[in-house]
């Protein structure tokens, strides 16, 4: 069953990229997103290390999902598995980064796979 995991996911003020979540055991499936946000879009980025993050890309573009406010966002799991932690990057409107205006607290869903 999933469960939302413990702890969030913070993009502090005049940041454009959150704080890193670490996977462990979990599959991160989803998302709840703030009742406000500065950007469009939300692209998410794996690491291997929590350092060194890169773009999840498919069919040529970075996996990015729209910025909707006070929403739960489904996520493709299948795209994050490998992964060892995983952050969000905010976007504009024409899919360059931007920041945000305030601190950005949203709730990772995970699911566990034994």
Known sequence: MAQIKQGRWVTQLGQGT??????VSETLVGIFTPSTLDAAELKVQASPNGVTFYDIVEGGAAMAVTADTDAYIPLDATKMLGASHVRVVHLDGGGSPTTESAERVFQPVFRTFE
């Not at 959150?18 to 996977?23: C, D, G, I, T």
Request: without cysteine; aromatic residues 0%; charged residues 15%.
């Open 18 to 23: 959150s704080s890193s979540l670490e996977l």
